[in-house]
Every structure is written in structure tokens, then in C-alpha cells.
């Protein structure tokens, strides 16, 4: 397992998980900087390890989720000694009851990327010190959704302060999209921070740092183009009403919006127009890996799978905001005003209750797992500790939950105003 930096190397590891043993093979190609895992848990995690001496101590260095038998992943600095360790982890998602513990193992550190708090109410907070200060020092104005690109940077859509924040991979944050005075901005290509957004309270990002923006109080999906421009992609005549979620093809043939009662369904050729209808109150919304649209009721306490023609398939929460729970099956179980989906490659997913202040994880089976608890606080817990603590309160109204491009994950709370990141990278004492 120890090698001497050749231009290729191949190293056969021993994979050691909770449920599933598997002899995956490392090949790695130090002039294109990368390595192919082949043989691990498909669907499952894949953990580097690395040491200075084959007896370690062994450190993790990187994850990665695996969708095929063989992936491809970016190698770590392996030092300038000459000489390094290395051995895989190969985690298994799939069916049975390690899967979940397998899940939080992967996982480490809880912490706060943005947001100070303040006061938990309906205002614009927004101060234009904290423009280009860290982004843990900036007061938030009920932020409703937080999601990042490729390169890392996390955009927030700052609902009260009527603006879009970035925050950079060195946590500085600044303004991407709005004036943070409301108004109604024009529809033509504009630099983004000279036009005024209305409460906006979804957003999508494109891997490019492409953004699309619900500017829910103007009944306008916005585009900003990583350069920095705005322009009005669509209009929904009908308004968007409550609208929080919003969903955007890559090649924006197809877009979907959560409209209250209704999902709106968009494409160039036609209209934003009624796609599925009968919802209580809808929160968010994303395609699953199968590309199916899944949808969350918060006031109907359900998460339903959406299918081609806009018919629903209840998949979570019983619509009510007690009973079943931890270990239970998802469909038997209480999700006070879930609001918040996010779907991981093999299928299993993540569901946030607003009013239920909680982080549940949905498994392969439709097993529930709680993942995070909280309560009502309007604060933030368990800071720079290991995340998993189920009796501890840890968050506090939970509005959305995304995945960045490393696996980490982050989640928007309450209205004091936070975005709260999980680490992809196992807890280390």
C-alpha cells in the first residue's frame, strides 16, 4: 500500500465498512492529478485515507459518493516526502441497517458559514459594512435558501434584505444580485446589482455559477450570468404566491416553480403555466436522479414524487405533525411543515420541518433517520462539534437543505438568519 510517486501507480486496498467488505483498486495518474476507484460500494461513499507511515495514523483526506462501480475523483496533496500511504474506506448505502449508520460516519463537523443572527423578524438587516466582511459577521434578512457552485461559492437568497449573497470559498460575503431596497427592476441584461429584486425567496445554481432567482414579490424567475449580468428569464402572469421553490434544467428547456397551491411548469415555447395543482402550502422542489420532480407540502406535512402528466405519489410524512419517527417508515411518519428536499445519487434524501425544527434522512427502503434535531429557538447549536447528536438541539426552523459540489451539506435556518454546513469528512476526535 505504500508507494513512491510514479507517473501511474496502482494500489490494491483493503475497503473496511460497517456492513460491506469490498476490495476496491486505486489507480491513480499523478500528472493528470486524479485517480480511478474501481470495485467499491456502488451507490455508496468512498473514503481516502492517507499516512506518512504504513501504521499510521491514518487520516481521512477526501469523500466521495460513488454512482458507478469505477469513478473518477481529484487526488489529494500527497506531501513532498517521497512517500505516502494510502487506503480506502468503501461505505455501502444501499438496503439494511448500517446503510444509515454508514451515512453519519462520513460525516463530520456541524459550523456556521453565514449569518450573526439578530433579531428573528420580517426587516431588512442588511448593513452595507458587512459588504465584503466575513460572512459569520453579516446579519441575514430571513434567508430562505442557500445553494453553491462548483467552485464553491454559496449564494443565499436573503428574502427581507431583497438580494442574492455570495459567499466565497474564504467566507467573505458580497452582494451578487439586488440594490437591498425593494423595487422592480428592469427586465433587460443589467449589471445584477443594479437591479431591485422583491423578497427573493428561491433560487437555483447551475454548476457554472449560473443563477436562477424566484424574485417572488415581481412574479419573475431572473437569470445572472456569472458575469455578472441580470436579465428576466420569465414571467408568471397568474403570480407566484407564497412561491419558494424553483427548479431550472441545465439547458433551461424546462423549469418548474412552486406557486402556493401549485407547481408551475415552464419552457421556452410556452408560458408559465399550471403543471400540478391541490397542494396545502408547497415549500420546495427538485428532480430526483431518476428525473422525477418531488415536491414538499409544508402545510400538508407530505413529500410527493410528481410524474410526467402532474399526478402525485405521497412518498413522506403521514400529513400531520406527529407520529412514527426515527426507524420508522417514512410514509408512517409526522413532518411538521417539511419544507426542505435534497436527493443524494443513489436515491435516498433529505427532508428539513420548518415548524418541526428537524433533519431527516430517507434511505433506500423509505426508512426515516433522524439526522439533526432542533426545536423553535431562533438560535444556533453545536457549532464546531461532531453533528450527530440526536437528543441535542442543534437547529432551529429549517427551511432548505442543499448539497455542494464536495458533498457537504448546507442548510438555511430560521429568521434570526443562518446557513449552517455539515462536513463531507469523517469526524476525527
Same mark, same amino acid.
Given at each position: 500500500m505504500g508507494f513512491r510517486f510514479p507517473a501511474l501507480f496502482t494500489i490494491g486496498c483493503l475497503a473496511i465498512a460497517a456492513s460491506t467488505i469490498a476490495q476496491p483498486i486505486i489507480q491513480a495518474d499523478r500528472a493528470r492529478h486524479e485517480a480511478r476507484l474501481t470495485g467499491g460500494a456502488d451507490g455508496g461513499i468512498f473514503t481516502l485515507e492517507r499516512a506518512d507511515q504504513i501504521t499510521g495514523p491514518w487520516l481521512p483526506v477526501q469523500n466521495q459518493y460513488i454512482t458507478e462501480t469505477a469513478t473518477v475523483f481529484p487526488l489529494p496533496d500527497l506531501g513532498?516526502?517521497?512517500?505516502? %500511504? &494510502?487506503?480506502?474506506?468503501?461505505?455501502? &448505502?444501499?438496503?439494511?441497517?448500517?446503510? %444509515? /449508520?454508514?451515512?453519519?460516519?462520513?460525516?463530520?463537523? &456541524?459550523?456556521?458559514?453565514?449569518?450573526?443572527?439578530?433579531?428573528?423578524?420580517?426587516?431588512?438587516?442588511?448593513?452595507?459594512?458587512f459588504e465584503g466582511g466575513p460572512a459569520t459577521d453579516a446579519l441575514l434578512s430571513n434567508p430562505h435558501f442557500a445553494m453553491a457552485d462548483k467552485a464553491g461559492n454559496i449564494y443565499i437568497a436573503d428574502k427581507q434584505s431583497h438580494a442574492i449573497r455570495k459567499v466565497s470559498p474564504d467566507g467573505i460575503i458580497t452582494t451578487a444580485a439586488g440594490t437591498s431596497e425593494k423595487g422592480n427592476g428592469t427586465d433587460k441584461p443589467t449589471p445584477a446589482t443594479e437591479v431591485a429584486l422583491n423578497q427573493p425567496n428561491g433560487l437555483w445554481v447551475r454548476g457554472d455559477g449560473t443563477v436562477y432567482i424566484l424574485d417572488t414579490g415581481n412574479d419573475k424567475v431572473r437569470r445572472l450570468s456569472p458575469d455578472g449580468t441580470l436579465r428576466t428569464l420569465f414571467s408568471v402572469s397568474q403570480g407566484v404566491s407564497t412561491g419558494r421553490g424553483i427548479w431550472v434544467r441545465d439547458d433551461e428547456g424546462l423549469a418548474y416553480v412552486a406557486c402556493g397551491t401549485t407547481v408551475k411548469k415552464w419552457t421556452p415555447s410556452k408560458s408559465a403555466r399550471d403543471f400540478s395543482t391541490g397542494y396545502a402550502e408547497l415549500g420546495n422542489l427538485v428532480v430526483d436522479p431518476g428525473g422525477n420532480l418531488v415536491v414538499t407540502d409544508r402545510n400538508g406535512h407530505r413529500v410527493y414524487r410528481v410524474d410526467s402528466t402532474g399526478a402525485q405519489t405521497p412518498i413522506a410524512g403521514n400529513g400531520t405533525g406527529f407520529g412514527g419517527g426515527d426507524g420508522y417508515d417514512a410514509l408512517e411518519t409526522g413532518l411538521l411543515e417539511v419544507r426542505g428536499v435534497w436527493f443524494l445519487p443513489n436515491g435516498s434524501y433529505f427532508l428539513a420541518t420548518h415548524r418541526g425544527s428537524q433533519v431527516w434522512?430517507?434511505?433506500?427502503?423509505?426508512?426515516?433517520?433522524? %439526522? &439533526?434535531?432542533?426545536?423553535?429557538?431562533?438560535?444556533?447549536?453545536?457549532?464546531?462539534?461532531?453533528?450527530?447528536?440526536? /437528543?441535542?438541539?442543534?437547529?432551529?426552523?429549517?427551511?432548505?437543505?442543499t448539497m455542494d459540489w464536495q458533498g457537504n451539506l448546507l442548510i438555511t435556518e430560521n429568521d434570526a438568519g443562518f446557513v449552517r454546513k455539515v462536513t463531507f469528512l469523517p469526524y476525527i476526535e
Open positions: 513532498t516526502s517521497g512517500v505516502a %500511504f &494510502l487506503r480506502g474506506v468503501s461505505r455501502d &448505502l444501499g438496503t439494511g441497517g448500517d446503510a %444509515f /449508520q454508514n451515512l453519519i460516519e462520513a460525516y463530520g463537523i &456541524l459550523d456556521t458559514v453565514a449569518g450573526a443572527g439578530g433579531a428573528p423578524f420580517d426587516i431588512n438587516k442588511w448593513d452595507p459594512a434522512y430517507v434511505d433506500v427502503d423509505g426508512i426515516i433517520h433522524l %439526522f &439533526l434535531h432542533g426545536y423553535r429557538s431562533g438560535s444556533r447549536r453545536g457549532d464546531g462539534s461532531y453533528f450527530y447528536a440526536p /437528543q441535542d438541539a442543534r437547529v432551529s426552523e429549517v427551511r432548505a437543505i
